[in-house]
């Protein structure tokens, strides 16, 4: 039997409600909506979360879609879809459909499903639906130039009433932004605008997309950041950006590490040498997942990579990590007391070094290496900080040991939880991991925690972020997709 896409409640009703609502024609089939929910799912930068849309068994209340009435399966001729389905899905996820009929159908039934609970975000009911999927569905990628102009009249017009003199000096693209750069003609115009930026999107019809406002690094300059529909967004992959770690600038770093691009699209580098430490905190769905990768790729690209610890409580987000050559021992650490075992590890290996560095007389490991000690740098990845924290609070000891004093030896943390609370990042903790990524939150407490101040609470998600690091202003960047290829191929 042919596999049936199944749907919630929530799901059903929200068809129905698009059906009625949207259409006016409640007799509509579910199929049409499905279909479209599965388009707009396609068009996102990244792969459904299985935890967020788990594979469903019949739910009371809900639907069951049948494969053969949503993409043609096992329909006679030129009627059956299916071949075009598996192909499209097999290169966005990267990887071949056509040998499993079970995870076909299983990322089919994510894809539908995050479809629709993306459209029911999108589309407010009551509004006009036909020109939401002509904005949101049916638009061909970024901005042109003269929509892009359009947009730029009217920042203009909106800051003139709310009493700016600005005049627009210039108009740049990222991937998810569109940035204007405005000439002020008054100092007060900076507090002005910057207390209005609520009122700006309000009126550009931004919805939960917030308007930014910055200083420009030119005299009375100022930059005004407006988010694109996400229909609008550039995809940046892996391919795009991996180039970077061979650039002159990232030669220059120790531990080079390209998190994804700025807002106009340039690679960005940080040196985790420097960070020393780095802590990430996002929501599901946020990109941390990406993110964690993008570091764990740009480390195994190094001509030296460093040896690494993984912790992964969940064991699911580094299980294709497991092969590499590089990986500290016992392999990818799953539960708590392992970790704390493999922690307390990295202290003794830590206090070794420092004795090594007495004999050398050097005072770090570079200059150790330099003296041909061939100690290798250490980089410990842990994701899920909230649930080690939730199983035992001891873990935070050899934690607080190591960002205290780890630095010297070589030995790095990079530390990341969907639930960023003083739980969970205590304050020993973080004064000494100054170095952050903030990815989507759902609270402005929960981006005072990891940054010190708000604003994560308004990004955009899937990758979008603000990087925190030592010493630096606060920057906007956009993460890159990451296919399970891009994984296996640094680690083959």
Not at 330 to 340: I, L
Not at 408 to 431: C, D, N, Y
Not at 432 to 447: D, F, H, M, W, Y
Request: proline residues 4%.
């Amino acid at each position: 039997m042919v596999a049936r896409v199944q749907l919630t409640e929530k799901d059903k009703k929200f068809i129905e409600e698009v059906m009625t609502a949207g259409w006016g024609r409640p007799g509509l089939d579910y199929w049409t909506v499905a279909r479209l929910a599965l388009a707009r799912s396609l068009q996102q930068t990244t792969a459904p979360d299985p935890e967020m849309f788990p594979i469903l068994s019949v739910q009371d209340e809900g639907i069951q879609l049948h494969a053969a009435q949503l993409i043609g399966e096992t329909k006679p001729g030129d009627d059956d879809y299916s071949d075009v389905y598996r192909a499209l899905i097999s290169v966005y996820e990267g990887r071949d459909l056509f040998a499993d009929e079970v995870a076909f159908h299983a990322a089919l039934q994510r894809h539908v499903r995050r479809g629709l609970a993306t459209m029911a975000t999108e589309w407010a009911s009551g509004t006009d639906l036909n020109h939401y999927l002509l904005q949101d569905l049916f638009t061909d990628g970024a901005q042109n130039g003269e929509v892009a102009a359009e947009l730029g009249d009217q920042v203009t017009r909106i800051m003139a009433e709310m009493g700016v003199d600005g005049r627009l000096v210039r108009t740049e693209q990222g991937p998810r932004l569109t940035r204007f750069t405005f000439q002020l003609s008054q100092l007060d115009d900076l507090n002005r605008l910057k207390r209005g930026e609520e009122k700006l999107a309000f009126g550009l019809g931004l919805g939960d997309r917030a308007a930014t406002v910055s200083s420009a690094p030119v005299e009375r300059q100022v930059l005004v950041d407006i988010p694109r529909a996400v229909s609008q967004w550039r995809t940046v992959d892996w391919n795009d950006v991996k180039g970077s770690l061979r650039s002159d600038e990232a030669r220059a770093m120790t531990l080079p590490i390209c998190l994804g691009t700025n807002v106009l699209g340039a690679p960005l580098l940080i040196d985790l040498a420097e960070a020393p430490h780095l802590f990430l905190g996002g929501t599901t769905g946020s990109g941390k997942s990406m993110t964690l990768h993008a570091i764990l790729l740009s480390l195994l690209a190094l001509e030296a990579p460093p040896d690494l610890l993984l912790i992964d409580p969940k064991a699911v987000e580094f299980a294709g990590y497991r092969g590499l050559k590089n990986l500290l021992p016992p392999g990818v650490v799953t539960s708590v007391g392992d970790a704390f075992t493999a922690l307390n590890g990295l202290i003794e290996e830590m206090n070794r070094r420092q004795d090594a560095f007495a004999e050398l007389e050097v005072r770090d490991l570079a200059e150790a290496q330099a003296a041909g000690s061939g100690l290798r740098r250490i980089v410990a990845v842990i994701d899920e900080l909230g649930d080690l924290f939730m199983q035992s609070d001891d873990i935070q000891i050899p934690l607080i040991r190591l960002a205290q004093k780890a630095r010297s030896a070589g030995i790095h943390l990079v530390l990341a939880t969907q639930r960023p609370e003083a739980a969970t990042f205590p304050g020993m903790l973080r004064s000494n991991v100054p170095s952050r990524v903030a990815l989507t939150v759902q609270k402005g407490a929960e981006s005072r925690i990891i940054l010190d101040e708000g604003g994560a609470e308004n990004l955009l998600g899937r990758g979008d972020m603000l990087v925190k690091f030592s010493g630096r202003q606060i920057v906007r960047a956009h993460g890159a997709r990451i296919q399970p290829s891009d994984i296996s191929g640094a680690v083959g």
